[in-house]
């Protein structure tokens, strides 16, 4: 629990930190289509070369960006080992009685596994550089065109931030509650499946408890602020593009397109 860094900020004054978050969340959005348009190594290459410039213009230490990877190992191994067993086709290497492996498997689940975590770095990046305050603004921002259609956009975009705003206290909620469990007798890593399952409950039931109190202070101290939602409000802080937005724009256009040439150009060795 204490590896998910999912919806934290890293304080700083990089490049990255002083983008648009409206860019930034675009960008986002277009580097996770591109990294699912790769066909090979080398447009995937491209875009992992292109996910570290990232992660050092916004001089996040690279210890958390792997700690932000130790919560999804399981997952990673678990899909890498399904393509692994599963993937046809290409030279038999080792042969079993029930599946086989070969090296067209080898090579998809090495890049699916590569795909992964560059997601979860790229996506970590948006979060780790953009205050809460800030990403709410940016969602209202690009959601607005909505309002036409009656549809609330500040009340989602608060509602949206604040749940990947308490995903890190919530997970700082369940390690306490295990820790007081523990503390307690409670065996919660041993035993079959449903033993585990039945000693999940001593610990949902104050989450729940905790989350519901937690939320029903939030809203309190809302209320008492004169907080009615986004109607005549006024922002402290304009957004405005500059020219470090434009390049960064440009920059994720010439990727676009280098991936696009290396997927035609090295057909041959496309994954899958």
């Not at 998910?4 to 990255?16: K, M």
């Not at 986002?28 to 995937?44: E, H, Q, R, Y």
């Amino acid at each position: 629990m204490r590896d998910l860094t999912i919806g934290q900020y890293y304080p700083g004054q990089s490049l990255l930190h002083k983008t648009d978050p409206r860019v930034k969340i675009i960008l986002t959005l277009v580097f996770i289509f591109i990294i699912f348009f790769c066909k090979n190594f080398f447009s995937l290459g491209l875009m992992v070369a292109a996910l570290l410039a990232g992660v050092l213009l916004s001089r996040v230490p690279l210890k958390m960006m792997l700690k932000s990877m130790r919560a999804i190992t399981f997952i990673i191994i678990i899909t890498a080992l399904l393509n692994l067993f599963y993937s046809t086709g290409g030279k038999v290497l080792v042969s079993f009685k029930f599946f086989k492996i070969t090296d067209t498997g080898v090579y998809t689940a090495i890049f699916v596994a590569v795909r992964i975590m560059a997601l979860i770095v790229g996506s970590t990046l948006l979060t780790y550089t953009t205050t809460p305050t800030m990403l709410t603004d940016a969602i209202e921002r690009l959601l607005k065109p909505l309002k036409l259609f009656h549809v609330p956009v500040h009340t989602l975009a608060m509602m949206m931030t604040l749940a990947l705003r308490f995903i890190p206290t919530l997970m700082e909620e369940i390690d306490k509650i295990m820790n007081a469990q523990k503390a307690r007798g409670a065996d919660l890593e041993s035993g079959g499946l449903m033993q585990r399952a039945k000693a999940l409950v001593p610990i949902l039931i104050p989450l729940f408890v905790s989350s519901f109190r937690r939320a029903y202070e939030l809203a309190f101290a809302m209320e008492c602020r004169c907080y009615t939602g986004g109607e005549g409000r006024t922002r402290m802080k304009q957004m405005k593009l500059k020219g470090l937005d434009s390049v960064l724009i440009v920059g994720c256009a010439v990727l676009l397109g280098g991936v696009i040439a290396l997927n035609i150009f090295f057909k041959a060795f496309n994954v899958g």
